[in-house]
């Protein structure tokens, strides 16, 4: 089973600045991902970020980068020159890599960023 | 775009009623899509995975002969919240992946409120 933690219910910074979420997983698999998906009030789920857990590079995607500890089962995500359009509900997930197709994500309670003009 | 579309993205109907939500894989065949359910301001939870041409796996409670699911083909899993009742209201939103393993894509979500 895996769970998925998410200490921030919510979160504020000035646009431009940066500003780190932080996610701790549990997890009994031995390879597995890790994910964020951003939330905007539109609803839509929106893959922000994709770390697989046997690569022990960091992931980034332009302005989104993440700080995966692997033996802490730490993944923070850190955004860097926030912008307006960055505020959003943030999900942390993680599901399980298998040979016989699509897993499950299992979700964090997320975290509310609110970029300040 | 979009490649995975949900329909409808918005259903107002009676309590008693029943409601069938379409989540359709848009140029890709996808053997396993995902339900999920989210309350306002709460995270997504998983209801069941819906396989094709088999049975849905549930998730621990959730109500079976309430949710039913049907995946009939590669590019479509239906969702149908049989005599729904105000406390079925909610966000239900799919997902499936256009390759295993591969990140979930996601549909725009259906917003059911049941009066």
């Known amino acids: 089973a895996q769970t998925v933690t998410q200490s921030q219910p919510e979160m504020s910074v000035q646009e431009a600045e940066t500003v780190t979420l932080s996610c701790t997983y549990d997890?009994?698999?031995?390879?597995?991902?890790l994910f964020w998906y951003k939330q905007p009030p539109s609803r839509q789920m929106i893959l922000v970020i994709r770390q697989e857990a046997y690569k022990q590079q960091n992931a980034t995607e332009n302005r989104f980068s993440v700080n995966f500890q692997k033996a802490a089962k730490s993944f923070s995500l850190k955004i860097s020159d926030s912008q307006l359009g960055d505020t959003a509900m943030y999900f942390c997930a993680s599901n399980k890599i298998s040979n016989f197709g699509n897993e499950k994500l299992t979700f964090g309670t997320g975290t509310r960023l609110t970029i300040i003009p | 775009g979009a490649v995975v579309s949900q329909h409808p993205s918005w259903v107002i109907c009676k309590s008693g009623t029943s409601v069938k939500i379409e989540c359709r894989s848009l140029d890709f065949q996808a053997t396993t899509m995902f339900w999920y359910r989210q309350f306002p301001k709460q995270s997504l939870m998983l209801m069941a995975t819906s396989n094709e041409g088999s049975k849905a796996t549930y998730e621990q409670g959730v109500e079976k002969d309430k949710f039913l699911i049907n995946h009939a083909s590669l590019t479509l899993s239906t969702l149908t919240v049989t005599s729904a009742h105000p406390e079925d209201s909610s966000f239900y939103i799919c997902s499936a992946s256009r390759v295993s393993n591969q990140p979930q894509h996601f549909g725009d979500g259906t917003r059911l409120s049941i009066l």
């Open positions: 997890t009994s698999e031995s390879n597995y991902y």
